[in-house]
């Protein structure tokens, strides 16, 4: 089948991918580099590995996005899952262009105006109520969740709208009630679709740099934030190390997922 593509397609194609992966290879390459500058080769080396090893900062905000992505992501499903029901199940009720409004406005605004209002809310909360005192950890899972949950929605939507509602019907036919019918058929459906709800809110939690750098203070910067303010002084070694691992650990869950799906596909029958 790939050779009835036209050349040209082909060149675009592997001038696509080029750009994206050559920049990943040059890096995971470069890891390894004995030199401390990131651009000269000096010979073979895990030094920056072993550095990394006792990086606390690195592991430190490493270990900060990775919470905070994974209470962000596990908020924005639940809100999400819950938006996609209303709008699926509930048909047209009073507000719900206002919820259309205010769930979609965050996947075409810019994240610099996020970042800024959720800032100023902050603020005023702090003001008003005590809390939160200051900015940290607990501010940002919130304004991850704001943006996440509005991703999510879209997924789950989408599946439920495809959904075979006769499968419920048949349930409260044979007298099958809320929410055993929610909890055993339709959750198990659409399952699939809060799982990618759920990787998509945990990697832009864990992408994100400009929200996270209006409400992130002392002592809770993430790694984006911490790469970031080294990349502003000199890249070293020590992020290509860690930028290789993270890469790595992508990688594996990756092929560990294909391989698990496609045993789970029935084999076709020799022709």
């Not at 596990?74 to 996609?84: D, E, H, K, Q, V």
């Not at 991703?151 to 939507?157: E, G, L, P, S």
């Not at 809770?220 to 890469?247: C, D, H, Q, W, Y």
């Amino acid at each position: 089948m790939f050779r009835s593509v036209p050349w040209q397609v082909k060149c675009l194609a592997i001038v696509g991918f080029g750009l994206l992966y050559v920049p990943i290879m040059v890096m995971f390459i470069y890891s390894f580099n004995e030199s401390k500058l990131v651009s000269v080769w000096a010979g073979f080396s895990f030094k920056w590995y072993a550095a990394l090893a006792g990086n606390e900062q690195l592991l430190g905000a490493l270990g900060k996005s990775l919470t905070i992505a994974f209470w962000s992501a596990n908020l924005s499903t639940i809100f999400g899952m819950l938006i996609a029901i209303c709008f699926v199940r509930f048909g047209r009720f009073r507000g719900r262009l206002a919820l259309s409004l205010l769930s979609s406005a965050p996947l075409v605004m810019p994240e610099v105006v996020t970042g800024l209002s959720l800032l100023l809310l902050f603020i005023a909360m702090e003001g008003l109520f005590g809390w939160p005192s200051g900015r940290g950890i607990d501010t940002i899972i919130i304004a991850h969740a704001t943006f996440g949950m509005c991703f999510t929605a879209v997924v789950i939507q989408a599946r439920l709208r495809d959904m075979d509602k006769d499968i419920e019907e048949a349930a409260r036919d044979l007298g099958a009630r809320q929410p055993y019918i929610f909890l055993s058929i339709t959750l198990p459906v659409i399952a699939p679709a809060i799982l990618a709800g759920w990787l998509l809110a945990f990697t832009l939690s864990f992408d994100d740099l400009v929200i996270a750098s209006f409400v992130s203070g002392p002592g809770s910067s993430t790694l984006p934030i911490v790469v970031f303010s080294k990349v502003r002084l000199g890249v070293t070694p020590e992020i290509n190390a860690i930028g290789s691992l993270i890469i790595l650990g992508v990688s594996f869950f990756v092929i560990i997922a294909s391989l698990i799906y496609y045993r789970s596909q029935p084999k076709q029958a020799d022709r």
